[in-house]
């Protein structure tokens, strides 16, 4: 009897406990800060879950969470001044944003959707989209539908964030990369700045003589991973997949791998022993990078470089090719404000106030159609060529997404990494990633 | 109610913060993890059950079969290294010496420190273009290694930094199972002519042996789950070369949203420590003395 009575002590005992660490929890996970102030918008959110006392309901503006990859670290102050002119036009509404790395972005966005904490709005890019929305965590936005269409967004954009006609999240901006020189390293090994007309014979010519000018010099740098492989593959005029098989072992593929890793071979281009932990970016600002193959989302970076600098379009083989990343913003489908939140993204992504912020700090481009805010983005400096922007938009590869994206790319990045160790060749490593990636298309 | 039965109850009440706490942090996440490890699951739609197919792909999943490999390379270079260092540290502290209480602190520092910052802090040093342990080797007129960015090298740097950190703590242990062993021992060895090897051989370390097996219990248990240093320092590379169990659990549960092969992954793991833990037990009875 006694062990008994024991027993139910322990566990009223623990019960008690287990409520009171659950209370505990509780008042720690309903955020209630203002997000007024911009200070301290802008960090994750396990800081920002400050607990004030909370005002009837009705009474006060609906608080919603935004949580964005694009904004930090450059962009911040953009995305606060948006939101300032939101909250102006929408008193009713306060946006509260938290901002994670691209790296972490998604396998937060996960946990969070799974703990049912959620943010009431986020920025979903185009190769995650597919199958966040096949998993019903969007909100379905078919009721917006007019209003969607009457936003003004490039259609291709909008036609990219639905599945099958239904819409789930809206355009929000896009980018591409482009091929970026030091005119000082140019000047110095005399030879001529890159051309729209480049071809990759051009290109590695350049680069080897730059590398030529000293030992922390060298003429190129590329990432040789799965997106730069996919689009150098279609400069090349072969498909990562064509008709839903992978089609990464063909002659052409072969030879635009064989392409990328050249650079590394001959020296043009930095081993990552020699670049022992500094990004690309910074070797670049650093002035030992010729030329650098990377996103506009770098223009802000490099606009205080200690060298003149430009861009053109990337350098094509058989056809042209560059890059085109598109990120849209959803609405969560756990969210109990999906009308404010919707009201938000909609004045995020298409209105002008929002649009002329984003143009004027080069926080990549807007998808809307209104052809003036290109000309005011064209007439910004540096780069001079802003033309080289839109010229490579004239033809785009877009991503190659499957619902099983992460390990589809980490697959292709671990064939490669072999190959540029030298332990396997091009073609083994296309085909060993080729066999990884099959079964992944269940 | 009578007395004795008061005291009874109390201890239910000064045990269950902690029990609480065993039960919400760990005892539940492990029946969580063994369950969902029959899962198909990608935190965002609902579980699939597939049996045994977790435990199917993992009998033939290479990077895992090479994670292991390198956790067990690890093991075998960690722990009679930081073993060695400890039982040296312990003998040299052992003796009464000036600056004693010093040097003791000085070698547990890197123990309290956070592996994070003991990461990025040695990151820096064996950086091979700025670091400072190579600029010193190069000035002795050594050609050192690219350290963490070449293979080879890069798991030897990675069991140094551990050795360095937790040399410290094998260093306490010992210590205090020096310092149990009564004086009376090696006094009566020395009396009896023993030299001082001798004494160390076929006493102290006998003595000491319960010593040598709970530490050595302990670091298997912590090394089969090493994790942070490789997270930090390498992220499993150069070319995968140091990829670890914990960090194939992780990636597949976070990066690519498979938590229930994870949890089939940690299981393994479980296992695996669980077993060699056993194996342990079973054979210190053949060299564990508890009285010479």
């Given at each position: 009897?006694?062990?008994?009575?024991?027993?139910?002590?322990?566990?009223?005992?623990?019960?008690?406990?287990?409520?009171?660490?659950?209370?505990?929890?509780?008042?720690?996970?309903?955020?209630?800060?203002?997000?007024?102030?911009?200070?301290?918008?802008?960090?994750?959110?396990?800081?920002?879950?400050?607990?004030?006392?909370?005002?009837?309901?009705?009474?006060?503006?609906?608080?919603?969470?935004?949580?964005?990859?694009?904004?930090?670290?450059?962009?911040?102050?953009?995305?606060?001044?948006?939101?300032?002119?939101?909250?102006?036009?929408?008193?009713?509404?306060?946006?509260?944003?938290?901002?994670?790395?691209?790296?972490?972005?998604?396998?937060?966005?996960?946990?969070?959707?799974?703990?049912?904490?959620?943010?009431?709005?986020?920025?979903?890019?185009?190769?995650?989209?597919?199958?966040?929305?096949?998993?019903?965590?969007?909100?379905?936005?078919?009721?917006?539908?007019?209003?969607?269409?009457?936003?003004?967004?490039?259609?291709?954009?909008?036609?990219?964030?639905?599945?099958?006609?239904?819409?789930?999240?809206?355009?929000?901006?896009?980018?591409?990369?482009?091929?970026?020189?030091?005119?000082?390293?140019?000047?110095?090994?005399?030879?001529?700045?890159?051309?729209?007309?480049?071809?990759?014979?051009?290109?590695?010519?350049?680069?080897?003589?730059?590398?030529?000018?000293?030992?922390?010099?060298?003429?190129?740098?590329?990432?040789?991973?799965?997106?730069?492989?996919?689009?150098?593959?279609?400069?090349?005029?072969?498909?990562?997949?064509?008709n839903g098989n992978v089609t990464i072992d063909q002659p052409q593929c072969v030879e635009a791998l064989q392409f990328m890793l050249d650079y590394v071979n001959s020296g043009s281009q930095p081993t990552n022993a020699e670049m022992s932990g500094v990004s690309d970016g910074d070797m670049f600002l650093n002035g030992e990078l010729g030329m650098i193959t990377t996103g506009i989302w770098m223009f802000d970076s490099f606009k205080d470089a200690s060298f003149p600098w430009d861009i053109v379009v990337e350098p094509g083989n058989t056809s042209g090719g560059s890059h085109f990343f598109a990120n849209g913003v959803a609405v969560s489908a756990a969210s109990s404000k999906q009308d404010a939140a919707y009201r938000w993204l909609?004045?995020?992504?298409?209105?002008?106030?929002?649009?002329?912020?984003?143009?004027?700090?080069?926080?990549?481009?807007?998808?809307?159609?209104?052809?003036?805010?290109?000309?005011?983005?064209?007439?910004?400096?540096?780069?001079?060529?802003?033309?080289?922007?839109?010229?490579?938009?004239?033809?785009?590869?877009?991503?190659?997404?499957?619902?099983?994206?992460?390990?589809?790319?980490?697959?292709?990045?671990?064939?490669?990494?072999?190959?540029?160790?030298?332990?396997?060749?091009?073609?083994?490593?296309?085909?060993?990633?080729?066999?990884?990636?099959?079964?992944?298309?269940? | 109610m009578n007395r004795v039965g008061l005291r009874r109850g109390w201890w239910v009440l000064f045990v269950s913060p902690s029990l609480t706490f065993l039960a919400l942090f760990a005892i539940v996440p492990i029946i969580t993890a063994a369950v969902l490890s029959f899962y198909d699951w990608d935190l965002i739609t609902d579980p699939k059950f597939v049996g045994l197919g977790n435990y199917r792909e993992l009998t033939h999943d290479s990077e895992f079969h090479a994670s292991i490999i390198h956790t067990l390379v690890f093991i075998g270079g960690y722990v009679p290294v930081v073993m060695i260092v400890g039982l040296g540290l312990a003998l040299m502290l052992n003796k009464r010496r000036r600056l004693q209480g010093l040097s003791r602190v000085v070698f547990f520092?890197?123990?309290?420190?956070?592996?994070?910052?003991?990461?990025?802090?040695?990151?820096?040093?064996?950086?091979?273009?700025f670091g400072a342990v190579n600029w010193i080797l190069e000035k002795f007129g050594f050609d050192p290694p690219a350290w963490l960015f070449e293979r080879g090298w890069a798991m030897v740097a990675?069991?140094?930094?551990?050795?360095?950190?937790?040399?410290?703590?094998?260093?306490?242990?010992?210590?205090?199972?020096?310092?149990?062993?009564?004086?009376?021992?090696?006094?009566?060895?020395?009396?009896?002519?023993?030299?001082?090897?001798?004494?160390?051989?076929?006493?102290?370390?006998?003595?000491?042996?319960?010593t040598v097996f709970l530490v050595s219990v302990l670091l298997l248990i912590n090394s089969f789950q090493v994790f942070e240093q490789v997270w930090i320092m390498t992220q499993g590379g150069p070319v995968g070369s140091t990829t670890v169990i914990v960090q194939q659990i992780v990636r597949n549960a976070f990066t690519f949203g498979r938590l229930g092969y994870a949890a089939a992954l940690s299981w393994v793991l479980f296992l695996m420590i669980f077993a060699v833990t056993l194996l342990q037990t079973r054979l210190q009875r053949r060299w564990v003395h508890y009285e010479l």
């Open positions: 009897m006694k062990t008994i009575k024991n027993t139910i002590r322990l566990v009223a005992a623990m019960l008690a406990f287990a409520l009171i660490a659950a209370a505990c929890g509780d008042s720690g996970s309903t955020p209630t800060e203002s997000a007024g102030d911009s200070t301290t918008s802008t960090t994750v959110a396990s800081t920002t879950t400050t607990t004030t006392t909370a005002a009837p309901k009705d009474a006060g503006p609906t608080t919603i969470r935004y949580l964005t990859f694009s904004a930090a670290p450059d962009h911040l102050a953009d995305l606060d001044a948006m939101i300032a002119g939101f909250e102006t036009d929408n008193p009713d509404v306060k946006v509260e944003v938290e901002t994670l790395p691209f790296d972490e972005y998604f396998s937060v966005l996960r946990t969070q959707i799974a703990g049912n904490d959620a943010p009431d709005a986020f920025e979903v890019n185009y190769e995650n989209f597919v199958s966040f929305a096949t998993a019903g965590t969007l909100a379905d936005l078919s009721s917006h539908a007019s209003d969607i269409a009457g936003s003004g967004y490039y259609q291709k954009a909008a036609d990219a964030f639905a599945l099958d006609g239904t819409p789930y999240a809206l355009p929000e901006s896009y980018s591409t990369v482009v091929l970026f020189y030091n005119k000082d390293l140019f000047d110095q090994a005399g030879i001529a700045y890159p051309t729209d007309s480049w071809k990759w014979a051009d290109e590695s010519a350049a680069a080897a003589k730059i590398a030529a000018l000293g030992d922390n010099t060298w003429g190129f740098f590329g990432g040789i991973q799965f997106w730069e492989f996919y689009k150098t593959a279609a400069q090349n005029g072969c498909n990562f997949f064509t909609q004045y995020l992504t298409s209105s002008p106030a929002a649009a002329q912020i984003r143009v004027d700090a080069a926080w990549e481009l807007p998808t809307l159609t209104d052809q003036s805010l290109y000309t005011s983005y064209l007439s910004q400096e540096p780069p001079a060529n802003r033309e080289a922007v839109l010229a490579s938009l004239n033809n785009v590869v877009l991503p190659p997404v499957i619902v099983r994206q992460g390990e589809m790319q980490d697959a292709v990045g671990a064939a490669f990494d072999k190959a540029v160790a030298g332990d396997i060749t091009a073609a083994e490593a296309l085909a060993e990633a080729k066999a990884a990636i099959e079964p992944l298309l269940g | 520092m890197p123990v309290v420190s956070a592996w994070v910052a003991v990461a990025l802090i040695w990151t820096w040093m064996l950086n091979p273009r990675i069991i140094g930094v551990s050795v360095w950190k937790d040399a410290g703590f094998v260093m306490l242990l010992f210590l205090a199972g020096l310092q149990a062993i009564p004086d009376s021992y090696s006094e009566a060895a020395r009396v009896d002519g023993a030299s001082k090897f001798k004494t160390f051989r076929y006493v102290t370390l006998p003595l000491l042996s319960p």
